[in-house]
Structures are given as C-alpha cells and as structure tokens.
C-alpha cells in the first residue's frame, strides 16, 4: 500500500536553531499514527509544516512534505489553500485562540463547508454538532464560544475539522480539554470515520492512554528528533529507547490513594447556586435561567485537596469561578477560614486574592501577550504587597520558574514563543508566587506531556506538604485523581451526584454517573 502522506527528512529552524531536525514518517489510508513527546519536542511544529502554516520566523530549511504524489512544498498559496480543510483538516491544540469571538460556531463551520462545498446548510452544521457530542446542537449553533465550555469549543474545532470528509486529519492534542466520556465519544467517532472513508490521522498527543486506545504506530519525538517508531502493541510491549520507558512509566502507578486530611475546613460551599438569566425577545426580557450550579455543598480542609470531576459543562468551572468571586451566586453561602466572603464588595474581597490564587484552563488567554514572563510573575506579586527588594524577588522568580521545568534564559521571553504546556507551567509558577493559602486548579495539567504533568502533580504536592496548601482540583482526567486527592466530588448538570474518599469513590463508585466515569478511561497495557 502507498503512503497518502510522507515526511522526508523535514527540518525546520529559527535564527539558526534547529528545532526539527531530519524527520521523517509515512501515514497511509485508514491508519492512525501518533507522533508523541513532551511539550516543546517540535511534534505541533511538524503539524504546521505539513499544512504550511509556519510563522515567518520559521524557516523550512530541508526535506519534503507528498500528499500522494504532489508536493505540497512546490504548490502556490492558492493551490494549498484548496487543499487545507478539505483534503487536509487540522484540529488546534488551543480551541479559544482557534476560534473567532465575533461569529457564532454555526457561522464558523458553515464557512468552511461554503468554501468547499459551495453551500452550508443549517441541518447539516447541527448534525456535525450533534456527532461531537454538543448538547442540543439546534440551539447552540447559534450560540458563541464564550458561551461554551473549553471542551465544548474543542467539540466544535472538530466539527469544523471533519465538516468536508478530508483525506487526512492532523489532530493536534484533539482530547486535551476534553473529560473522558466526551474523550471516548470523540475517539469512537474518529475510529468509525477512519474505517468507513480510509481516513488516515496523524495523532499528536502526550496522553498515552489515547495512544493505546488509537494508534496503529507511534513515533517518539524528543528535541525535534524522532528516537523510536514502532506499532502500538510493540511500543507498549517492549520500548526500544529509554526515553519511552521514561514516558511509559511517569504514568500514575494504579492503587496509590491519598488518606483524608480530617483537617478543619478551610473553604465551604452551603447550596451555593450560580444561576444565568435567559434574555429573549426586542426587550430581552428574562425568559429563564440556565442552572450552572444548582445547590452543591462540600468543604476543603486545610493542607487537602478536593478533585472536583464531571463532563465539560456540568459547572464545575463555574464553581471555582464563583469561589473567587469571578460570577455573582444567586443562593448559599461561601465561606473562607471562618468568615463568609460572597456577598463582600470587590474592594473588601481583594486581600483574599492573595490568599486565594488561580490556575485557568487555557494558559495562553490568562496571560497578557505584551508582557514577558518576568512581568507576568512578578505583577502578582507587587499588585498582592508581596514586600521584598529588587534583588530577592528576582532570586525568588527564578527558583519558581526552575521548580516548574523552565529555565531562568525563559524570563526574557513573551507567552507566543512557548509551546501549551510551557505556557500552562508559567501559570503555575504565576499562582505559587504570592503564597497563596488556596489554590483553584483549573484542568492544569491538560496541556502537559506526560513526564512534565508528573513533575507538575510531584511540585504542588511538594508546595502542599511545605506550606499547607489546599487545592480545588478541577479536572476531566481521572487518572491523576489517586495520587493526588484526598477527596472527590463528582459533578453533573450543576449538581453533585457523589463525593466522598478517594479510594472508596474510585473502586466502588455508588452512583451510576461515576460508574459512567470510570468506564470511559483509556485502559493502557501493563507490559513495559
């Protein structure tokens, strides 16, 4: 059979550093082939290669990129722009930067299939968002992406992505942001579309129970140099490099449980309800309310760590967004250290900020483009009355970013010159830097490879036993959960449907929905 794409000997540089360097791979029709690797390895670069969509600043200095049999190096602007989206389609790492703010998603998929297709019907854009997994699709491809969920915003990527049945689907971490049920759902979909059109897919991903789940063969990339490719099987089974043994086992070793703090509670939610007003008609007048969170209580201990788990979209965001203050409550109460803190004024609130501090989900819209990594850390610090010289707060940066796997050369730069993952560790090194007493964990190891998410969770554990911390842990990925929570709520529709300990939520779950949960997890081979 004929390769439908081949990567010869591609490198690729920038100001004379060479960041890929001589890879090459064949992908060929129906078959899945996951290029992985940590974050900054030149995996998303080789993506941008192939769909020629390097900045300018990149050079491609040698090798070639054959859709078949034409090279898409030699072809015209023009000529490649009939070839992106509809013979190859490319789903971004990063949804919020990927889609336009200003134009609904229906709008946005509808463009893709009227420059294709030459026609977008509306029946068929809500049938792309109804396949990925978007709840009541004819009503919200209307809507906007702030109005969605960062794994909704993937789901619609994907949508615009599949919209014109290309040849070759390049999905660039398609499942970061996504919690396992919606994971499973999109992997099964990709599966089927692969299979009834000979859909061939380059996978590039850092979770390597999607590797085991869907990949055929798997490149290992590290340094912008592929070390190992192998089919799956064989990779799992028997790695040939050290590196991958390396990544195999950075995995969370199952049956590690964290036991209950039973320290006093730090942080309680009292049916705290968070409530967003429906407005219809010429004098938007209040038509309903959609119910974010609808009456959830729980407690954080101090030094504890709570891991709040549900599907994109069940509020748990929301929650933590409430939490700090960042979305009025419409009912309950939120207490902080003994003192109810919801219904303070943002004036009277300000000192908590110090001693509550955030992670967000997407690290790139958390950060100000203009301001170099240096400024973004120590902005918090001067704007909380962190009080220390000139001299001690720049030792004190440059501990962090090293404690978060940068390099103190990494101050000088803008958040645009760091890969999702790198940016994801500055946001962290940004939160612990004010010596926060709560910290709200925003799915903050979806963008890490790996190896990094296991120093990142061995780092807040660390800053947990050394100063106390608490965490609100909101994630989608349950494999993490063991080894670094003490407690688990799990979260659906605005409501919580089951917490309790670790060990008891995740070997007998009593609830239907966790059962639900734990089923869609990617099971990985115990070989190597």
């Not at 999702?420 to 963008?447: F, H, K, N, Y």
């Amino acid at each position: 059979m004929k390769p439908l794409l081949s990567v010869t000997d591609l490198r690729i540089e920038a100001a004379g550093t060479r960041l890929v360097d001589g890879i090459s791979f064949d992908l060929f029709p129906g078959e899945v082939f996951a290029l992985v690797g940590e974050s900054g390895s030149g995996k998303s670069l080789t993506s941008l290669a192939v769909m020629r969509l390097l900045a300018d600043a990149l050079q491609i200095t040698g090798g070639d990129v054959r859709l078949g049999t034409d090279s898409l190096f030699a072809l015209t602007e023009t000529q490649m722009n009939g070839i992106r989206g509809r013979r190859i389609a490319m789903v971004f790492q990063e949804p919020q930067s990927s889609l336009n703010p200003v134009h609904a998603i229906g709008q946005q998929i509808g463009e893709v299939l009227k420059l294709h297709r030459g026609q977008a019907k509306r029946q068929d854009i809500v049938q792309l968002l109804s396949e990925v997994g978007i709840p009541d699709p004819g009503d919200r491809v209307d809507w906007y992406p702030h109005q969605l969920s960062g794994g909704q915003k993937q789901r619609v990527m994907i949508a615009m992505a599949l919209a014109c049945e290309p040849d070759v689907l390049i999905a660039d971490e398609p499942t970061t942001a996504l919690d396992v049920t919606i994971q499973k759902q999109i992997l099964d979909l990709m599966n089927t579309l692969r299979k009834s059109r000979d859909l061939a897919i380059l996978l590039i991903t850092h979770d390597m129970g999607v590797v085991a789940e869907m990949a055929d063969r798997v490149a290992v990339m590290r340094h912008g140099r592929i070390l190992e490719q192998a089919s799956c099987d064989d990779f799992f089974r028997q790695p040939s490099h050290e590196y991958s043994l390396q990544l195999i086992h950075s995995l969370p070793q199952p049956g590690e449980y964290l036991q209950e703090s039973g320290h006093d509670p730090l942080l309680e939610l009292k049916d705290v309800r968070v409530w967003f007003a429906q407005r219809k008609g010429i004098l938007q007048r209040i038509a309903g309310y959609t119910k974010a969170v609808d009456g959830i209580t729980l407690s954080i201990g101090r030094g504890e760590t709570l891991a709040l788990v549900g599907e994109s979209g069940s509020g748990k965001s929301t929650a933590g967004r409430a939490i700090l203050r960042l979305e009025d409550i419409a009912g309950g109460e939120i207490w902080f250290d003994g003192n109810r803190i919801d219904h303070l004024s943002q004036g009277a609130f300000h000192p908590l900020r110090k001693r509550i501090q955030v992670i967000f989900q997407d690290p790139f819209s958390s950060m100000n483009p203009r301001m170099t990594v240096r400024e973004i850390i120590e902005e918090g610090m001067e704007s909380l009355g962190i009080r220390s010289t000139g001299q001690e707060r720049e030792q004190k940066i440059r501990r962090l970013i090293e404690r978060v796997g940068l390099e103190a050369g990494h101050l000088d730069r803008f958040p645009h010159e760091f890969s999702g993952g790198q940016r994801q560790r500055i946001a962290i090194a940004r939160a612990i830097a004010v010596e926060p007493e709560l910290i709200i964990c925003d799915e903050p190891t979806s963008a890490l490879d790996v190896s990094i998410r296991g120093q990142v969770l061995e780092l807040l554990q660390e800053l947990q036993n050394e100063m106390g911390l608490s965490y609100l842990f909101i994630t989608h990925d349950l494999s993490i959960i063991p080894h670094l929570a003490h407690r688990v709520a799990v979260m659906r529709q605005g409501v919580i449907v089951e917490q309790g300990d670790t060990r008891a939520l995740m070997t007998a779950p009593q609830h239907e929905y966790t059962q639900h949960l734990l089923a869609a997890v990617p099971v990985i081979p115990q070989h190597a």
